[in-house]
């Protein structure tokens, strides 16, 4: 289920990967739904404190990753549904930068425009 | 399994893994918000060592579970272990209170979220520990059941079994530009919502769209997004417009009847896009604090490692409240608590031995690596080490001044900050301080290192034109943050910001963004950063003005020596001093600045004076010409030509070596030519002279003449030079050319009355031009009126004509010499002798000089100031009238003019100094030689003093005559040379014959004016001279003497300063305990008078000099004149215009007197 979104919820933060938006408490519990095993901070507020970031800007309820040219733009095609962060501002450890390009991926900031 | 998937995953498993937490955690400062914190971590240390003892256990248990959530679960007690073991820092998100119950370790589902209780329990803290677990564990379970059914949907079986959340790089790969929206993919479609509630809405969409997902009719909505920079609107992405309203309906906050717009395609990535205007915060970044206390300090950013929780540390300078206990105690009685009030403690760097001797050794506690616990805050070197969420700090616009950055630097010594630092805090504005033109480098991004110039610039990028490299010649877009001034060495450049501003010199170093350039003023180096600083063809001009100095401004660098302002250059002053000597003084090094220009007088070689304003030339040396701008002691002249390039054009020179360029009369002012009134010099009055002249007619210089006969006839100049006996060569006003031409040809014309007179030359007229000098300058320049400009001498008015001279004698007595003391003998004080003087009945009939009859009299004797002035013609009628009438008056008339002669006569120069010698005044000797004629006629001082050269001869000479005239016996009795000055006093009182006169007598008495007392030399300035004289001859203004209260009972007074100059008494009476108050005059005791309060009835005792009346403030008041020709009489105010106020008539009036407010008291008891 989505989660709620308001004033009275506690704030939710962006995964500095993906972007994801969660309270941190769905962070700690269940982890980042995408990007878990790079960022590994199920558990761990701390870890969590570091690879998500309550600085944000716009949000993106995404409800077909698959076929939302949103979600492809937005570098989340391939991830779950959920709302995201537009834009996230802060960098993520550089182990977290390190397990994605040893997946093969690149880290792309969240903060940055790319060029085109 | 789990351990297989450890090991054939090492990227970021464990070994890898480790040191980068440890180093993450290693960059953190120790935190110590609480000091209680301690004890709990120890407590959850403990915890923590028990809980690696069962998770060992746990591990290998955890072998057998297929669990998705076993791996993670080892990986995560990995690091806790680590956490453990290492003695974790505060963390925020912990609830300190927190106790981890070791019981329930057993289960691996309590195991896994036990770090997370600590953490939900901050949110909500509950109850009993136990109780809570249970009800946790059951919340859990039901998460579980619900979680994957969700997950199953989501993402299906296989997702199931697989690594939970895997990590998907397959679209990290391509770059942007190729996602950029086809034909093919979904719209976007604007709906327009109510500002403020897009994140509500969008939300509220995202639920509604996965509701219906499972129901029958999906709304293929793929997604909703808003932007904060879009603010009222929301976009949603869908083929369709139907499921876009189908998406939106029934959703409060929608404006659906605003439509929906369809984006176009190429207006889709820049939605996405757009940046946030957004802070960029690094460490060492300077801020400013927003709230509480510290409202506006600087602080620097220290740490950013929980930026992502919007939290960053910072350290600044605090403020800690350092009042003594007993003290704040005070305070807090009054109603001004520390809490709530505008009380605000001063920043200090945190001293442990200080706030313990006010807060007690309980309230500071030592924290680690040397840190202070006080007040729940740390303090760090000096410093308050704090993490504060970002919406607390300022980040924009700080400019920090380099005064709170150096304080920043304290501890380290000072200049030892790092400029850059600063200059990181300026960056993002830099944009600001670009022009086009500039020759920019790309400091940072794709094009680091490019150089160009500024083409365009917008708000935050500019277009430069690249120069070099393989983009030459093109146009690129850059940030503006990017991109810094370049400046190459040698560069000539002006600052154009900060304190140094307006300054301009060369570059001598250039390193990143600090440009160190040698300044053309100073000679000094400056260091500034690149964005302060413009290329500048030209030197500096420099700010006309810095602070309170200005241009041509005259100052002291010591106490003999004067200097002009001639340029002010960024915060020094370059001056010239007196001696011809340019130097570049620090404002604070200047030591006095005497706003004299007004009043400065000299006298040049010619014997005239120039005021500020004149142009003149030299007469010696390179004939420079230029407008005189100040005046030093009358004898230095700074002297300002645009055309001299040496000194921004200004050059000094002696009074004495210069000349007039324009033709000038012979209106010699008196005051100024006075020796005594130049005598301020400390080399003796004498050395101001101008140098002796040979005796001649050289007074008729500058005299404005017609040519009576020859070519020239009809022609008017002005004479410059004398040649021989009897030739003169005359400046031609038609034609500006010299002729050289027989005085008997010229006559001297009037410039205001046309009128033509014989232009004397040689002997007697020579000596009668000098009287024309002394007659107009008093006259003209005290701006007396008409009853100046009269000639004295020709009117018979033996009173009024002893009147006229006797503010000479007045003038003589604020001299500080013996003359004066003997002369008027009656205070100690030359002010005073002044202002006895004119008690006396010679300054009554000065100051008769108001009375019409006077005036009259004056005029119908002596014809206008002109006419007297600059006759020597009518020298002769002079002489006569005086000698021919009364000799008194003639006498008087001589002594009168003493000075005027001393000054004006080179012949004056010949004594060095007039009074030094015990001898007449220098204007006896003066008249003695020049004026022989004159003293023909009269027989009593003037022959005697004359044709006695002893100073005895010449006192006693007159003395005797007017004594024995006037049986005013009191001045004679004193034996000093000094009467030779009184002498004619007396005469001239006893003949003022208006009792109105000799009320206003003290008028112009007091001696103290406000241009006397401040000058450095304590001695009449020419400007106090002169200004005395004003006030004596003007009559009009008069400043009340000192002791008037001693004349006067029953007036309402109010106390001030001292108003007698060199009172011996301090300023104020009784340290100001009275000022301002109003008392009532009761009774005089000698110089003290008797005075009751008007609050309090008390009575005390005030000495005079720190009375002052009481002026009226509404009409129909009683008030008695204390000055001017009423003095004494009692009036009762009717109307008031600006400071005069006309009264009520009295008997034998025709109309109210109008009175100057200040002449006025008030009657204390009607």
Redesign the interface.
């Given at each position: 289920?989505?989660?709620?979104?308001?004033a009275r919820q506690?704030q939710l933060?962006a995964c500095?990967?993906c972007s994801i938006l969660q309270p941190?408490?769905d962070f700690?519990?269940?982890?980042?739904?995408?990007?878990?095993?790079?960022v590994?901070m199920?558990?761990?507020?701390?870890?969590?404190?570091?690879?998500?970031?309550?600085?944000y800007?716009?949000?993106?309820?995404?409800?077909?990753?698959e076929?939302?040219?949103?979600?492809?733009?937005?570098?989340?095609?391939?991830?779950?549904?959920g709302?995201y962060a537009?834009?996230v501002?802060?960098r993520p450890?550089?182990?977290?930068i390190?397990?994605?390009e040893?997946?093969?991926?690149?880290?792309?900031p969240r903060?940055a425009?790319?060029?085109? | 399994m789990s351990d297989d998937e450890r090991s054939s995953s090492p990227d970021i498993k464990s070994d890898d893994e480790a040191p980068s937490h440890t180093a993450v955690r290693g960059k953190k400062r120790p935190r110590i918000a609480d000091p209680d914190e301690e004890d709990d971590e120890e407590q959850q240390d403990q915890g923590g060592n028990q809980d690696d003892d069962d998770e060992d256990d746990e591990d290998d248990d955890d072998e057998d579970e297929d669990d998705d959530d076993d791996d993670d679960d080892g990986d995560r007690r990995r690091k806790r272990s680590k956490h453990h073991k290492k003695k974790r820092p505060a963390n925020r998100f912990l609830d300190v209170e927190a106790v981890v119950d070791d019981d329930e370790e057993e289960e691996d589902e309590d195991d896994n979220y036990e770090d997370v209780r600590e953490f939900i329990e901050e949110g909500a803290p509950e109850a009993g520990e136990g109780e809570q677990g249970h009800h946790r564990r059951l919340h859990r379970e039901m998460r579980r059941e619900e979680e994957p059914n969700i997950e199953e949907i989501l993402a299906g079986i296989k997702e199931r079994h697989a690594r939970q959340a895997k990590y998907n790089a397959d679209s990290d790969q391509v770059p942007q530009r190729l996602l950029m929206p086809g034909v093919d993919d979904p719209s976007l479609w604007q709906v327009r919502v109510k500002t403020g509630r897009e994140r509500a809405i969008t939300a509220s969409i995202f639920r509604k769209v996965f509701h219906s997902t499972y129901s029958g009719n999906p709304i293929e909505v793929m997604s909703v997004f808003y932007r904060d920079s879009l603010p009222g609107l929301i976009y949603l992405e869908a083929r369709q417009s139907a499921a876009v309203h189908a998406a939106v309906a029934g959703i409060v906050g929608v404006y659906l009847s605003r439509g929906v717009q369809l984006v176009p395609i190429e207006e889709m990535a820049p939605l996405l896009r757009i940046k946030k205007k957004e802070i960029n915060l690094t460490p060492g970044m300077w801020v400013r604090l927003k709230r509480g206390k510290y409202t506006g300090d600087l602080a620097q950013v220290i740490d950013v490692d929980q930026l992502t929780s919007g939290v960053v540390g910072v350290k600044f300078i605090p403020r800690i409240d350092l009042t003594p206990r007993e003290k704040k105690q005070e305070r807090l009685a009054n109603g001004k608590g520390s809490l709530g009030g505008t009380f605000r403690p001063t920043q200090r760097l945190f001293n442990y031995e200080d706030v313990r001797k006010i807060y007690g050794r309980g309230q500071v506690r030592p924290g680690a690596q040397g840190a202070y616990v006080f007040d729940g805050d740390e303090y760090l070197d000096g410093f308050c080490v704090k993490d504060l969420k970002i919406n607390l700090l300022t980040t924009e616009d700080v400019q920090p001044t380099l005064e709170e950055v150096s304080r920043f630097a304290g501890d380290d010594g000072a200049g030892k900050f790092d400029l850059s630092t600063i200059a990181d805090a300026n960056r993002h504005v830099s944009s600001a301080f670009l022009t086009v033109g500039d020759q920019v480098e790309v400091y940072e991004g794709e094009l680091a290192g490019m150089y160009g110039t500024v083409e365009t610039i917008a708000s935050d990028t500019i277009s430069i034109k690249a120069i070099g490299g393989e983009i030459h010649g093109q146009m690129v877009e850059v940030p503006a943050r990017s991109v810094r001034k370049k400046f190459d060495i040698g560069e000539h450049v002006k600052i154009i910001t900060g304190k140094n501003t307006d300054v301009s010199g060369m570059i001598v170093d250039v390193k990143g963004d600090v440009v160190t350039l040698m300044s053309d003023q100073g000679q000094q180096e400056i260091k500034v950063f690149s964005k302060d600083v413009r290329k500048a063809a030209d030197i500096a001009g420099g700010s006309q003005t810095l602070g309170l100095y200005d241009v041509h401004e005259l100052v002291m660098l010591d106490p003999t020596t004067a200097a002009v302002i001639v340029k002010v250059e960024g915060n020094q002053l370059r001056v010239l001093d007196q001696n011809g000597i340019s130097r570049v003084v620090k404002p604070t090094e200047v030591t006095l600045r005497r706003d004299n220009a007004r009043y400065a007088v000299a006298t040049d070689s010619a014997g005239n004076d120039m005021k500020v304003g004149d142009a003149m030339k030299e007469v010696e040396g390179e004939s420079r010409r230029g407008e005189v701008i100040n005046i030093s002691r009358s004898l230095f002249v700074w002297l300002h030509n645009r055309d001299h390039g040496e000194n921004y054009g200004v050059f000094v020179a002696r009074a004495s070596a210069l000349v007039s360029v324009t033709p000038k009369s012979a209106t010699a002012d008196l005051t100024k030519m006075n020796p005594a009134l130049n005598q301020q010099l400390p080399y003796g009055g004498a050395s101001l002279m101008p140098p002796p002249q040979a005796a001649g007619n050289r007074k008729i210089i500058n005299t404005y003449v017609v040519v009576t006969k020859g070519t020239y006839k009809g022609l008017q100049g002005v004479i410059k030079d004398v040649v021989g006996a009897n030739e003169a060569r005359v400046e031609l006003a038609t034609n500006n050319k010299t002729i050289t031409i027989a005085t008997a040809s010229l006559k001297r014309k009037d410039t205001k009355t046309g009128a033509t007179y014989p232009l004397d030359t040689g002997g007697m007229g020579a000596g009668a031009g000098g009287g024309g000098g002394y007659g107009g300058g008093p006259r003209g320049g005290a701006g007396g009126g008409g009853g100046y400009d009269v000639n004295p001498y020709g009117n018979m008015g033996p009173p009024a004509n002893g009147g006229g001279r006797t503010p000479a004698g007045g003038r003589f007595g604020q001299t500080p010499n013996p003359y004066a003391m003997g002369g008027y003998g009656k205070t100690p004080n030359p002010y005073a002798g002044g202002g006895a003087g004119g008690k006396t009945p010679g300054w009554g009939a000065n100051a008769g000089g108001k009375t019409p009859g006077w005036a009259g009299a004056g005029a119908n004797a002596g014809g206008k100031t002109p006419g007297w002035a600059g006759s020597g013609g009518k020298t002769p009628g002079w002489a006569g009238a005086s000698g021919g009438k009364t000799p008194m008056a003639g006498y008087g008339g001589d002594g009168g003019r003493t000075p005027g002669w001393g000054g004006a006569r080179p012949d004056g120069g010949k004594t060095p100094n007039p009074y030094a010698n015990s001898a007449p005044t220098p204007g006896y000797n003066d008249p003695g030689t020049s004026r022989g004629p004159m003293s023909a006629p009269t027989p009593y001082g003037g022959p005697s003093a004359y044709s006695a050269p002893t100073p005895g001869a010449a006192l006693s000479a007159p003395t005797p005559a007017p004594a024995g005239g006037f049986s005013a016996p009191t001045p004679y009795s004193a034996p000093t040379p000094g009467m030779a000055l009184s002498a004619p006093t007396p005469g001239i009182a006893l003949s003022a014959p208006t009792p109105g006169g000799a009320l206003s007598a003290p008028t112009p008495g007091v001696g103290p004016t406000p241009f006397g007392a401040p000058t450095p030399f304590g001695a009449p300035t020419p400007y106090g001279g002169h200004a005395a004289a004003s006030m004596s001859h003007g009559g009009s203004q008069g400043h009340l003497q000192w002791d008037w209260a001693l004349d006067f009972r029953n007036v309402i007074v109010t106390v001030g300063p001292s108003q007698r100059a060199n009172s011996r008494n301090p300023r104020h009476f009784q340290r100001g305990f009275y000022d301002g108050k109003q008392l009532g005059i009761e009774a005089l005791a000698g110089e003290m008078v008797q005075c009751r309060s008007m609050e309090d009835q008390h009575q005390v005792d005030i000495p005079a000099e720190y009375l002052l009346p009481v002026a009226p403030d509404r009409e129909g008041q009683v008030v008695i004149v204390i000055g001017g020709e009423h003095k004494g009489q009692q009036r009762t105010t009717q109307y008031k215009s600006d400071n005069q106020w006309m009264t009520e008539p009295e008997a034998g009036d025709i109309v109210g007197a109008v009175l100057d407010e200040n002449q006025l008291a008030r009657i204390w008891r009607e």
């Open positions: 289920m989505p989660p709620k979104v308001g506690p933060r500095l990967v941190l408490k700690v519990e269940t982890g980042c739904p995408n990007c878990e095993d790079v590994e199920r558990g761990s507020p701390e870890r969590v404190a570091e690879c998500t970031s309550t600085i800007d716009g949000m993106i309820a995404m409800m077909e990753p076929e939302s040219w949103v979600a492809r733009w937005q570098r989340i095609d391939k991830k779950k549904r709302l537009v834009r501002t802060g450890p550089q182990d977290v390190d397990a994605i040893s997946r093969g991926g690149v880290y792309r903060d425009v790319e060029e085109l | -």
